[in-house]
C-alpha cells in the first residue's frame, strides 16, 4: 500500500464549480498534512497546510479525518487558473528533525471555460 | 517569501557524464535541505535529506555514490549525478527549510536532467 493515495484523476469541470479531492495516509501516526499545486513542468508550491479542525483560504478548504486517515480539499468557484496538479503530502514523523515530507503522485485538475 | 534557487534548469549532456546541480537559498539559512526525483506522471520522491555540515541521509534504493551530495554551507546544497545514464534523466528538485520545525520546505525550481 502506497503512503499517500490520491485518485491521478483528471477532473474535469467548467469555471465555476465546485470539486473536491481526496486522500488517504497509511500512517496513523503522521503529524502534518499539506496541499500542494504542481503546474506542468515546474515544482511544486504549498498551497495550504491542513489542520485538524479543518481550515479555509478563501476558495479553497481542507479538512482532515485522523479516524479515517483521510484528507480531503475543496475548490469553490473554479477558475481557469486552477488548472493543475494537486499533490497531497504528509510528513508521517513526530518530532522527526529531517521534518520529511511523502508526496501523493497528485491529482490532475483540468478547469475548462 | 522565501526562494530557493536552483541551477542549472534544464541539462542535456551524454552518457557517462557527472551533472552537478546547485540548490541556494537567498534569503534564509537553509539548515536542512532535500532532493527529490521526479518521473513523469509520478510522484516526487525523496533521494535524501543534508543538514549543514553532515553526511546526507539517503532513501532506500537511492546510490550514495551514484548521487553525492555536499552541503557544506547554510545557504548551499549540490548533488551530482555521476557517470549518468539515459535512466538517470529526470526532473530533480530541491527543497530547504531552516531550523524552525514549523516551518515549511521551500522548492526549487527543479532541473530538468536529459542523458542521451
Known amino acids: 500500500r502506497k503512503e499517500v493515495e490520491q485518485d491521478p484523476g483528471p477532473f474535469n469541470v467548467p469555471e465555476g464549480a465546485t470539486v473536491a479531492f481526496n486522500c488517504t495516509y497509511s500512517n496513523s501516526a503522521s503529524q502534518s498534512f499539506f496541499w500542494y499545486r504542481q503546474d506542468c513542468r515546474k515544482e511544486p508550491k504549498l498551497l495550504m497546510s491542513v489542520y485538524s479542525s479543518g481550515n479555509e483560504d478563501g476558495r479553497f478548504t481542507a479538512q482532515l479525518n485522523r479516524a479515517s486517515q483521510y484528507i480531503s480539499l475543496l475548490i469553490r468557484d473554479s477558475k481557469l487558473s486552477d488548472s493543475a496538479t494537486y499533490l497531497c503530502v504528509v510528513n508521517p514523523w513526530w518530532g522527526d528533525s529531517s521534518y520529511k515530507l511523502i508526496f501523493g503522485s497528485g491529482t490532475r485538475l483540468l478547469v475548462r471555460p | 517569501g522565501a526562494v530557493v534557487s536552483q541551477h542549472p534548469s534544464r541539462v542535456i549532456c551524454k552518457s557517462g557524464t557527472s551533472v552537478k546541480i546547485e540548490c541556494r537559498s537567498l534569503?534564509?539559512?537553509?539548515?536542512?535541505m532535500f532532493w527529490y526525483r521526479q518521473f513523469p506522471k509520478k510522484s516526487l520522491m525523496l533521494m535524501a535529506t543534508?543538514?549543514?555540515?553532515?553526511?546526507?541521509?539517503?532513501e532506500q534504493g537511492v546510490e550514495k555514490d551514484k548521487f553525492l551530495i555536499n552541503h557544506a554551507s547554510l545557504t548551499l546544497s549540490t548533488l551530482t549525478v555521476t557517470s549518468a545514464h539515459p535512466e538517470d534523466s529526470s526532473f530533480y528538485i530541491c527543497?530547504?527549510?531552516?531550523?524552525?520545525?514549523?516551518?515549511?520546505?521551500?522548492f526549487g525550481d527543479g532541473t530538468r536532467l536529459s542523458i542521451l
Open positions: 543534508s543538514n549543514e555540515g553532515s553526511k546526507a541521509t539517503y
Open positions: 534569503d534564509f539559512q537553509a539548515t536542512t
Open positions: 527543497s530547504a527549510r531552516n531550523w524552525d520545525s514549523a516551518s515549511p520546505q521551500h
